[in-house]
């Protein structure tokens, strides 16, 4: 006869479990954790943004009541301009009217057209927004497949002809500058073979210029670190295993080799965003496109301060936000980047 051991214990009761318990595990979550230390890089990001906006504006060469009022008119008539545009207060005491109106979503009045910025940028948005998003969708579409292709076919050092030639020139399209291409473009495209309109943004076709001048360089950038994502993928064990059971060629790469190259490719695609919309500035400005950029280069021809910080508050929010998408979608796809250090 065995005796039962005088430490045994019977198991608890369901009522007995520690409540705790739950909320380690809630704890323990990934995205709690992720959620948390995005929304206090956001909170220091807007943070600075704001700071930095509303310092480095009044550097700006030039009296905005002046530019205003123009050339002819006497000194007193800019000095009343002055003290109704408020730049007559100290510093401190205009970094408060600016920050408590922010708290209010107002982000001022117009210097130049003495009407409500909220209302002039929400005007412009749209199409600044139009030309970022078709400009990244068509990185996306051209990056992606290139890259790819040309590492597939280079893999174990075959075809160094064509690894040479997508080296090297997706290395010069990618270096050079947005305003370069976009002139080059109107040149070839708009006056030597007149197929698209020089600018505006009346039609459909007024958007293919601008969208292509602004995305070729980023998508050039991508394409090369897609093409070396690849080579390094297709050495992986998973692939030479998945060739060893000699699958169809675009099961092997769409359904192996793709999932393993989307991590790096967001990745770096959340860092071309806010060039990209840096870069539509300027672009906008070839075109004489009606968006954000054209606008932020009149308010500083006038120094019209609040239009100026307006513009750069919403460009600025707005990559921030991007950003966050991005690793969202990266979160969703590879649990493993939620730990990591956020890249925007």
């Known amino acids: ?38 929304l206090g890089g ?27 009022a123009g050339t002819d008119a006497s000194a007193e008539t800019v000095a009343k301009l002055r003290a109704q545009m408020g730049l007559d207060e100290p510093l401190g005491v205009q970094f408060l009217d600016f920050v408590g109106g922010l708290l209010h979503f107002d982000l001022g009045t117009s210097f130049r057209f003495n009407d409500s910025v909220s209302l002039l940028i929400a005007a412009k948005l749209p199409y600044t927004a139009q030309l970022a998003f078709a400009a990244i969708v068509l990185v996306l579409l051209l990056a992606v497949p290139l890259g790819m292709a040309t590492g597939i076919l280079t893999r174990g050092g075959r075809k160094r002809w064509l690894d ?31 197929v698209f309109p020089a600018g505006g943004a009346d039609t459909l076709s007024a958007l293919v210029l601008p969208t292509v001048a602004l995305a070729l360089g980023p998508a050039c950038a991508v394409a090369r670190v897609v093409r070396q994502e690849t080579a390094t993928v297709l050495e992986q064990d998973f692939m030479r295993t998945a060739r060893g059971r000699r699958l169809p060629p675009l099961r092997l790469y769409l359904r192996h080799a793709l999932p393993n190259l989307l991590t790096s490719t967001l990745t770096l695609t959340g860092l071309i ?25 009149q308010a500083i021809i006038y120094r019209d301060y609040p239009v100026i910080q307006g513009i750069i508050l919403v460009v600025g929010l707005i990559a921030t936000l991007l950003n966050i998408l991005v690793d969202v979608i990266l979160g969703i796809i590879d649990p493993r980047t939620l730990g990591a250090k956020t890249h925007g």
């Open 273 to 297: 965003l806010a060039s990209l919309l840096g870069g539509a500035i300027i672009i906008e400005t070839v075109f004489n496109y009606p968006g954000l950029g054209n606008e932020i280069i």
């Open 42 to 68: 956001v909170l220091l990001s807007l943070v600075m943004l704001v700071v930095l906006t509303f310092l480095i504006v009044p550097l700006i060469p030039g009296d905005p009541a002046r530019a205003v």
């Open 1 to 38: 006869m065995t005796a039962t051991p005088a430490t045994a214990k019977a198991p608890p009761s369901p009522g007995t479990v520690p409540l705790r318990r739950t909320g380690a595990a809630w704890a323990s979550n990934p995205w709690v954790d992720f959620a948390v230390r995005r």
């Open 164 to 194: 040479m030639l997508f080296g090297n020139t997706a290395g010069f399209l990618a270096s050079l500058p947005g305003y370069v291409t976009a002139t080059l473009f109107i040149l070839c495209f708009a006056i030597l073979i007149p």
